[in-house]
């Protein structure tokens, strides 16, 4: 058992694990860097943004929850409350955040996309994956 804390990099077996700070409304909760002499895998979710950045990922596992119009769309036509809009932008990545994140990030060697933890009412996978293959020029997969 490792105790997990944000910066403190452990070791699993071949992987450097650094654990990273988020922004999510749960107790110290992280995003994990893992890097093995080959692959540097980012895997991120439930979180508002990722105020870090990375060099040198080859793949990118990542939350893209909502998308901001949709969310608009479900709270004008009642679907959606707005303190639960409140909730979900506060805690969750929206596709707009996402795309800020990946300019800012070296995406060089990235050889693909993961996104992570889509809302079934506030997100369009299709939409979603040809975006940001658009923005990339990365394969990009919906899990």
Not at 14 to 28: G, K, S, Y
Not at 101 to 119: F, G, P, T
Request: hydrophobic fraction near 40%; charged fraction near 25%.
């Amino acid at each position: 058992m490792h105790i997990i804390e944000a910066l403190a990099q452990l070791q699993i077996g071949p992987w450097q694990v650094l654990p990273f700070d988020t922004i999510h409304n749960a107790a110290e909760p992280v995003g994990f860097l893992l890097a093995s002499e080959k692959e540097k895998l980012l895997c991120v979710t439930d979180t508002a943004y990722i105020k870090h950045r990375f060099r040198g990922l080859t793949h990118i596992m990542i939350e893209c929850n909502y998308s901001k119009q949709i969310l608009d769309q479900n709270v004008r036509s009642g679907f959606t409350n707005s303190e639960l809009k409140r909730l979900i932008i506060q805690n969750h990545m929206s596709l707009e955040t996402l795309k800020e994140m990946l300019r800012a990030n070296d995406l060089s060697q990235v050889q693909e996309i993961h996104l992570l933890h889509l809302s079934d009412a506030n997100a369009d996978a299709r939409m979603f994956k040809r975006e940001i293959e658009s923005l990339t020029g990365k394969p990009v997969k919906i899990a």
